[in-house]
């Protein structure tokens, strides 16, 4: 984060802006919105600043900067000139005084910078890419401004106007948030959308009225993270992530999907590789529990679906004995994910009319499958968590009659930057793996589909390939036919 963002109450003090042109214009606006005295100096004037100052709206000190106009009693300061050795005296004499100070288009000679701004007062949100990008900044702007409805100011003074009523009711500072949780998501905000506020008011008396302040138990969201990419996530996933007070997550979630969750949030490690487990899964079942019944909501973020060999069953019958309220948000399973962002359709007219998914890792430590079945012509095979276990899948899968030549793609950290695709076929994805060593997570995929890849490959993975998603195969690292 190269700036801090914060809001400054500039009400009723003094702000300096020089420059008369329509950034100047910009600036005094904004300026004035904010309840600031303006100072402006500039020898010409927008038609829109010369009305300002006509009507005694600003100060105007009609000429050219001057060594003395930064004082000690300004707010902050603002740069707005077309001249750059005006503008760095400017910054210079503001630093030199401690004050904030704003050099437009220059966010090397400033000391804060101005965000694009969502205005639904009281509540005011600010987009900044740091000075990067004012134009990228302006366009998520825009995004979020059809996200935000304009009652939410109106959601805001409601909220204000109940505060004391609930700090009163709520002595606990989290029972207070469990409560405007609940109640700023519920029929109490679209009373207010829709301009019903005495029926918003009434519907939070009642709430107060009802409300016991000595229940507790809290409840746990299981949410899939998806196979990586952030995009993927769902909206409800994202919203319950953004609610919840503590974060309980395991390797295959990536750190971009961990940090959209609150940012106050406790979190909690509890992954698990071969041999390696920081948490057993025993003794996760019942800190989700124990979580809940001390009032916390939780939410378990788990890399993938919670219900496709992620162990989200064994987890939600442990809160269901204990009593526990839970939610479960399903996600895009690795196989569909890493699939689609490798090119390589799990089903195909042509190819594959079916598609099983198979985890390589069993809870004995055991491959004890069903290869007969799995070897069956015409369908796709997904195996998770094999890659250790590689050459005995391809063994077996060749002992029980699949054909030696028949493709298999290795689709390493699928859907993030880091993907790779590793192709082969049964007779030698072995040898390949043992030379490219892919790192996991890295899902198997087995069948015909995975002669599509190379023609419907789309991803471009930037860190290792020009050639979308692939890692090149060439006569070192011989493919379906040994060649690149």
């Not at 500039?10 to 329509?22: F, H, I, P, Y």
């Not at 005084?97 to 509540?123: C, G, K, Y």
């Not at 042509?350 to 598609?355: C, E, I, K, L």
């Not at 930057?417 to 082969?424: A, E, I």
């Amino acid at each position: 984060m190269d700036h801090l963002p914060i809001f400054l109450d500039v009400r009723g003090r003094s702000a300096l802006v020089v420059g008369g042109g329509e950034i100047a214009t910009r600036k005094v606006n904004l300026l004035l919105r904010a309840g600031a005295k303006v100072r402006l100096v500039s020898p010409q004037l927008s038609a829109e600043l010369a009305s300002l100052a006509d009507h005694q709206q600003i100060d105007l000190s009609r000429r050219t900067y001057a060594d003395g106009d930064v004082s000690g009693d300004l707010a902050l300061v603002v740069a707005a000139t077309d001249n750059p050795a005006t503008n760095q005296a400017i910054a210079a004499a503001a630093k030199a005084a401690n004050l904030p100070v704003n050099v437009v288009d220059d966010p090397d000679a400033s000391s804060f910078i101005v965000p694009s701004i969502i205005d639904r007062s009281p509540v005011v949100a600010a987009v900044s890419t740091g000075g990067a990008s004012p134009v990228l900044a302006r366009l998520i702007r825009a995004r979020l401004e059809s996200l935000i409805p304009a009652g939410y100011g109106r959601l805001a003074e409601l909220a204000g106007k109940f505060r004391d009523k609930v700090k009163q009711t709520f002595a606990d500072p989290k029972d207070r948030r469990l409560f405007w949780d609940r109640v700023l998501q519920s029929g109490v905000a679209e009373r207010v959308f829709s301009g019903h506020m005495a029926e918003a008011e009434a519907v939070m008396d009642k709430e107060l009225a009802h409300t016991d302040p000595n229940s507790h138990m809290g409840e746990v969201y299981l949410v899939g993270a998806g196979p990586g990419d952030p995009d993927l996530l769902t909206f409800r996933a994202l919203r319950l992530m953004q609610q919840a007070d503590v974060v309980v997550y395991d390797r295959l979630v990536a750190k971009p999907i961990l940090e959209m969750t609150r940012y106050d949030a406790e979190r909690i490690y509890v992954g698990k590789e071969r041999a390696n487990h920081a948490m057993r899964q025993e003794e996760i079942n019942k800190l989700l529990a124990r979580l809940a019944k001390e009032g916390k909501r939780v939410v378990r973020l788990k890399g993938g679906d919670p219900f496709i060999f992620g162990r989200g069953g064994e987890e939600i019958d442990t809160l269901a004995a204990e009593g526990v309220p839970f939610q479960v948000v399903p996600a895009v399973t690795a196989a569909a994910g890493c699939a689609a962002y490798s090119g390589i359709p799990l089903t195909h007219r042509d190819y594959a009319q079916s598609v099983t998914f198979v985890t390589g890792h069993l809870k004995d430590d055991t491959m004890n499958l069903n290869w007969n079945q799995l070897a069956q012509p015409a369908q796709t095979v997904v195996f998770y968590m094999g890659l250790k276990g590689l050459s005995v899948i391809a063994r077996e899968l060749i002992a029980h009659g699949r054909a030696a030549t028949t493709p298999v793609a290795l689709v390493q950290q699928g859907t993030t930057h880091k993907q790779r695709v590793f192709v082969g076929r049964l007779d030698n994805i072995a040898a390949i793996a043992e030379r490219e060593q892919p790192k996991p997570p890295t899902l198997i995929i087995v069948g015909e589909v995975v002669e599509l890849h190379e023609k419907l490959s789309w991803f471009n993975a930037p860190e290792h390939s020009t050639q979308g998603a692939t890692t090149p195969i060439t006569e070192n690292s011989k493919g379906l036919d040994g060649r690149s």
